[in-house]
């Protein structure tokens, strides 16, 4: 059974930092697209962050230089630094693991509908 398991969340001051975890199980974590996602309260999810076991890593403009998104395969996790936090990063952090993946194809989805199985989200909040 796939699972995925997010951690790292809380509150913090803008400008501050926070690292999220994603401990993956139920697959072989040598092939994977791993992607974040966030929710504000009253708003759609929004795609943050995507990467693959092929190196692919994409990130949403609103992210980009600030959020930083990485891997450690001997814990089968996937981590996003967040830097420079905003007010407007508030939200609902949710990892989404899209699967099975095809090695070589180097591709990352930037959607959900794309995604197979989803974490139950861990809640960030930035205060101005």
């Known amino acids: 059974e796939v699972q995925l398991v997010e951690s790292g969340g809380g509150l913090v001051q803008a400008g501050e930092s926070l690292k999220l975890s994603c401990a993956a199980s139920g697959f072989t974590f040598a092939d994977y697209a791993i992607g974040w996602f966030r929710q504000a309260p009253g708003k759609e999810r929004e795609w943050v962050s995507c990467?693959?076991?092929?190196?692919?890593?994409i990130y949403a403009d609103s992210v980009k230089g600030r959020f930083t998104i990485s891997s450690d395969s001997a814990k089968n996790t996937v981590y996003l630094k967040m830097n420079s936090l905003k007010p407007e990063d508030t939200g609902d952090y949710s990892c989404a693991a899209d699967l099975p993946y095809k090695p070589g194809s180097y591709y990352c989805p930037a959607v959900d509908f794309e995604y197979d199985y989803w974490g139950q989200g861990t809640q960030v909040t930035v205060s101005s």
């Open positions: 990467m693959n076991s092929d190196g692919s890593i």
